[in-house]
């Protein structure tokens, strides 16, 4: 019986384990962005448009010079942006700044009626911004910065 004897390649050993760490970094790499590329976006885009808007009175200024607004409503109608404008039901509709918010979801027609309490504009603002976020499921987020102006 012949014995065969088998010489370890060193050097090959060692050159072949950075290829494998390569190798697998390129894959893992290629199934990470996979993953990403299928995630679920938010890829229709939505539009707003305050139909209506009421402030009872103009504000009262107290001994600090902070002038407070007395509840005010906001109408705001949210439609699908594009051709047709169709209306999106079940968004979720907010109204912040001015130390105040108010919040709402839209109706099967798109439009939302928003109470917002206490605005405030500090001593020395004369005019003040509420930001307007909207949010609804299988849609970008929309957001005014300044939705409504309040003045003093």
Request: glycine fraction near 12%; charge should be negative.
């Amino acid at each position: 019986m012949k014995k065969i004897l088998f010489r370890k390649n060193e050097e090959a050993d060692v050159l072949g384990l950075p290829m494998y760490l390569i190798i697998i970094m390129i894959v893992a790499v290629a199934v990470i962005a996979a993953v990403i590329f299928m995630m679920p976006k938010g890829n229709q885009m939505m539009d707003a448009h305050i139909t209506a808007g009421q402030v009872q009175g103009a504000p009262t200024v107290g001994a600090d010079q902070v002038a407070t607004f007395a509840d005010f409503t906001v109408t705001v109608k949210v439609t699908t942006k594009g051709d047709y404008d169709d209306p999106i039901g079940g968004a979720s509709v907010r109204l912040g700044g001015c130390h105040a918010y108010g919040e709402g979801v839209t109706g099967d027609d798109g439009t939302a009626t928003i109470t917002v309490t206490n605005a405030q504009l500090p001593a020395g603002v004369n005019k003040g911004y509420l930001e307007m976020t909207i949010k609804a499921s299988g849609y970008e987020d929309a957001v005014d910065d300044q939705a409504v102006m309040l003045v003093r």
